[in-house]
Nanobody, 115 residues
Framework: QVQLVESGGGLVQAGGSLRLTCVPS????????IAWYRRTPDKERVLIAA???????NYLDVVKGRFTISRDSIYGTTYLQMNDLKPEDTGLYYC?????????WGQGTQVTVSS
């Protein structure tokens, strides 16, 4: 049973950077679109970035040019490089497939951006 484990969050000042990591344990997810989500104060998970099969990237408009999603093709680890962070980027970040699978929601990793 594959589990997705997120890490890399933390407290950073506005303008700073973080790199989130998503490691699949218990197996690989091949030929699968992997995405990063952020949980909103309303507890919904919003799609932030997705890496589609074929290498195409898709981003929420407000993070375009600041966030970059990438994936290690050997180990299947997925990354989210976040630059020029803003206070509104604060939230709990998750990785999952797209569309998401209930069984793959992990604990997430908290990102807090101070002004």
């Amino acid at each position: 049973q594959v589990q997705l484990v997120e890490s890399g969050g933390g407290l950073v000042q506005a303008g700073g950077s973080l790199r989130l990591t998503c490691v699949p344990s218990g197996g690989m997810l091949r030929d699968t679109t992997i995405a990063w989500y952020r949980r909103t104060p309303d507890k919904e998970r919003v799609l932030i970035a997705a890496l589609l099969s074929g290498g195409r990237e898709n981003y929420l408009d407000v993070v375009k040019g600041r966030f970059t999603i990438s994936r290690d093709s050997i180990y299947g680890t997925t990354y989210l490089q976040m630059n020029d962070l803003k206070p509104e980027d604060t939230g709990l970040y998750y990785c999952n497939t797209w569309p998401p699978r209930v069984a793959f929601w992990g604990q997430g990793t908290q990102v807090t951006v101070s002004s």
